[in-house]
C-alpha cells in the first residue's frame, strides 16, 4: 500500500544544507497501523509531509497504492490526493465557518460528489466518531477532542488508501488521546484503512502493530516488544 524506497531529504536555506532523513526504506502493506516515533527535530513531520506528497524529497520514491508521487505532475499530484491521501493535524485545522457536516463533507465537494450522498456519508461518519448530535454545531462549539474526531471523519471520507496522522492526539489531555487513540484503532479494523501516526510518545506507538523509530534522520524498524531493545542500542530488525 505504502513503499518508500531510498528517500532521503535536505533542505537549503542559501548555502547551508541540513540533511534530515537519509537513505529511508519501509512499506506498510493495508490495514496496517503503524506508528512513527522520534524525539523532537528527528524528522517524523518532514518524513511525513513528503509521503503525503506535500512536497518532493531530494532523493527517493514514495509508491502509494502502486503510484510514484514523486514523479508525478503538480496536477496529477493534487487530483491523486484527493483521492487517495487522507491528513489529520495536530491542530484540526478545521474551518470555522462551516458547520460540523459540512466540515465532514467539504473534500467531496471538490470531487463534486452530489449533496445528498455527500451529507449521507458525513453523518454516518460522524456516528463512527461517535458524535452524531453535533453535525449542525459550528467547530468553536466543539471541545478539542471532538474537534480531533470531526477531523478524523473528514480524513476518512474520500476513502483515502492511506491516513497520514501528524500529531493527532498532541493537544489532548491523556484521558481525551486515550478516546481518540481508540476511535482510530476501531476505524482501522472496521474500515482496513491503513494509518501512519506521527507521535514522540512512546505510550502513543504502543497502541500501534508497527513501529517506526527515526534518529538523526535514519530509521529504525521496531516492532511490538523490541522498542526497548532497540531504544537501549540493542539489534534493530531489518528493515524490508
Ligand atoms: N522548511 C525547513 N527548512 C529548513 N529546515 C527545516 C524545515 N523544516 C524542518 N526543518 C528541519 O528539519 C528537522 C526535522 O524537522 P521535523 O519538523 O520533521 O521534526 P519532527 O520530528 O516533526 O519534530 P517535532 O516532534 O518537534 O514535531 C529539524 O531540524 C528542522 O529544523
Ligand atoms: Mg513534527
Do not use: C, W
Request: hydrophobic content about 40%; proline content about 3%; aromatic content about 4%.
Amino acid at each position: 500500500m505504502l513503499q518508500i524506497d531510498r528517500l532521503s531529504h535536505s533542505f537549503k536555506n542559501g548555502s547551508e544544507v541540513t540533511a534530515v532523513l537519509r537513505d529511508i526504506s519501509f512499506r506498510v502493506h493495508k490495514g496496517q497501523m503503524v506508528a512513527l516515533l522520534g524525539s523532537s527535530g528527528s524528522g517524523k513531520s518532514t518524513l511525513l509531509h513528503l509521503m503525503a506528497g506535500l512536497m518532493k524529497p531530494t532523493e527517493g520514491d514514495i509508491l502509494i497504492a502502486g503510484h510514484n508521487i514523486v514523479s508525478m505532475s503538480e496536477n496529477r499530484l493534487a487530483e491523486f490526493r484527493r483521492h487517495h491521501i487522507g491528513f489529520i493535524f495536530q491542530a484540526y485545522e478545521l474551518l470555522a465557518n462551516l458547520t460540523v457536516r459540512e466540515n465532514i463533507e467539504l473534500p467531496l465537494v471538490f470531487q463534486s460528489v452530489q449533496p445528498s450522498v455527500r451529507r449521507k456519508k458525513a453523518l454516518a461518519l460522524l456516528e463512527q466518531v461517535g458524535i452524531p448530535e453535533k453535525a449542525e454545531l459550528f467547530p468553536s462549539q466543539l471541545s478539542g477532542g471532538q474537534q480531533q474526531r470531526v477531523s478524523i471523519a473528514r480524513s476518512l471520507i474520500t476513502e483515502p488508501s492511506v491516513i497520514f496522522a501528524d500529531e493527532p492526539t498532541g493537544n489532548l489531555d491523556t484521558r481525551t488521546e486515550e478516546e481518540i487513540l481508540a476511535i482510530l484503532k476501531e476505524l482501522n479494523k472496521a474500515l482496513d484503512t491503513t494509518f501512519v501516526i506521527v507521535t514522540h510518545e512512546r505510550e502513543v506507538a504502543a497502541q500501534t502493530e508497527h513501529i517506526l523509530s527515526l534518529r538523526d534522520g535514519y530509521l529504525i524498524t521496531e516492532r511490538q516488544g523490541f522498542a526497548e531493545a532497540s531504544l537501549t542500542g540493542g539489534p534493530a530488525i531489518a528493515i524490508t
